[in-house]
């Protein structure tokens, strides 16, 4: 114990909070002069840091901390999105942090293989559904890249987290590789920009949150896709990406183009 700082012993939070297999330490305090615990969100790849926080007198939130300004896009984006699609209220913002409102629910990950699927179909058609008149987030092809190569030169990518089939690959062979991609077709609509399981969340057998929507904005539909198929492969296995496969649109069920935006991700 350090002042009103008391260290305990509890599980990781996943999605509602509602795991027990890693123990982590998180902690008591004190904040306007109420008990408040705040518990780490362990999901995703994102160098950014989450947390739960729960009051004793009841208030609760979400508290994101990270780059200043992919914070402060994150948040512009989701002050956009309100009204548009079922992401977290911005409470607050300022200099690295975010806090949002809490959504009740589980992560995809933590669905049965089925209801993942449909629901992730389901979030991804809802996103692309989205209208584009007037949305000032871009998210293509070039833009991408630098922002992927800006990420590189500040030393915000780590070599150790690509996938297995770029495995010792330097992140300037990559940057090559991308530059050296034809031109996307004219396709475009609004994309989340990091669909992986872990970003949707799912209530009473319904989609009721999504989150983590720094990445998104206009761009290619297959953007989604991709990182849709490698994640249920990731977590469910070969036949589960299989399974989703069937829900692929025809733009976007070429192998080579959803080749190309898994490779994209290794800059994010």
């Known amino acids: 114990m350090e002042g009103n700082h008391v260290r305990l012993l509890v599980s990781p939070a996943h999605g509602n909070c509602d795991c027990t297999e890693f123990p982590l330490y998180v902690f008591w305090t004190i904040i306007d002069a109420v008990k408040t615990i705040v518990v780490p969100i362990l999901t995703g790849q994102s160098t950014a840091k989450v947390v739960r926080v729960l009051r004793e007198d009841g208030l609760r939130w979400i508290e994101k901390h990270g780059v200043g300004h992919e914070i402060d896009n994150e948040a512009r984006i989701l002050d956009w999105c309100a009204g548009r699609l079922p992401v977290p209220k911005v409470l607050e913002s300022r200099a690295g942090m975010l806090k949002m409102s809490e959504i009740p629910g589980k992560n995809l990950t933590e669905l049965p293989l089925e209801d993942a699927i449909e629901i992730i179909v389901c979030a991804i058609r809802l996103v692309h559904s989205v209208s584009i008149k007037d949305c000032p987030f871009v998210a293509d092809w070039t833009r991408r890249i630098a922002e992927g190569e800006t990420r590189a030169h500040a030393g915000l990518i780590d070599g150790s987290d690509f996938d297995e089939e770029n495995r010792g690959r330097s992140i300037a062979d990559i940057v090559r590789e991308l530059k050296s991609f034809p031109p996307l077709p004219d396709i475009g ?15 009473d057998g319904q989609l009721s949150g999504i989150i983590d929507v720094g990445r998104a904005g206009i761009a290619h539909p297959a953007q989604d896709w991709a990182l849709a198929l490698r994640s249920i492969h990731g977590e469910f296995g070969r036949e589960a990406e299989a399974l989703l496969w069937k829900h692929v649109p025809a733009v976007c069920a070429d192998k080579q183009l959803l080749r190309r935006f898994r490779l994209l991700d290794e800059l994010f």
């Open 189 to 203: 609509c609004f994309t989340h920009g990091d669909a992986c399981l872990q970003n949707f969340l799912a209530h």
